[in-house]
């Protein structure tokens, strides 16, 4: 017990040092940052489907399609809908879907699934980088290869280092994780990008921080995005759709403030406006 706290104390000094040198880079940051917020508000916007029914999707893309830049089908509407629902989502006018997939597993089994994956016209898909480099390089090799058979271009491949869900107690109790959270998540996002992924998923306090590491070329996808007037809902860390883009983030990730919305259409432009 006594070395396991010892361990977070150091950890947690090590945090606050990293976090004054942040706070520090970030005012440079934003004008690097800037230049991105040339690119039209709306494609910035990725609408995240959480539904459980193809009819219900189908409808939200109906009214969103010309007012976002890609939609987002995690495990609830796949595992409801099956694989048939890129199909039916594309002929509801998706022209970009984000495969919230999530995969992890060892590289052979990773890389098949990528290449069945992008049969289905996958605009951005994910995995976690915590499967390793070689899990990495095969799905990239996949993606690349496939694409091209296929005459396709290649999906953007997008990883997921920390999940949010994970705090600092748990990364470094239940993983054995002795860095601490703002190291694991950078070291994650190195590899992911020596392996050859586009980008990753972060929280909107982490995107300046990776921009940092990572360099502007770097994607950046953020959930956990909310309209200054909305309700936080179950997000614990949210910043405003403007901040977000401001510290970096080249996609924001928003369901339930547009989802949720009596209007969809208006709330999906209300964000476009606010972070032009
Ligand atoms: O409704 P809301 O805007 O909170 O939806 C956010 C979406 O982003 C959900 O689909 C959620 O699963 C996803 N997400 C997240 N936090 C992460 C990774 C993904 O909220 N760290």
Redesign the pocket.
Known sequence: MQCLNSTLCRARRQKNRFDQRLSGEVNLLSVSAARKVAKLAKEKIIV?L?VDSVESAEGLVRSLRDEVGAF?V?LELFNSAGTDIFRRLKDAGAERIFY?AKFHDIPNTVAGAVRAAIKNGIWMLNLHASGGAEMMKAAAKAAKESAAEANLDPPKLIG?TV???IDERALSVELGVTDPMNCQVVRLARLAQDCGLDGV?A?PKETALLHLACGNEFLIVT????PAAAAV???KRVMTPAEAVKVGADYI?????I?KAQDPAEAARAIAAEIT
């Open positions: 995240a959480d987002k995690g919230d997921v999940l949010t869900s998923v929280s959930p956990g995005v909310r809902d179950d997000q990730v928003v369901g339930r403030p989802t």
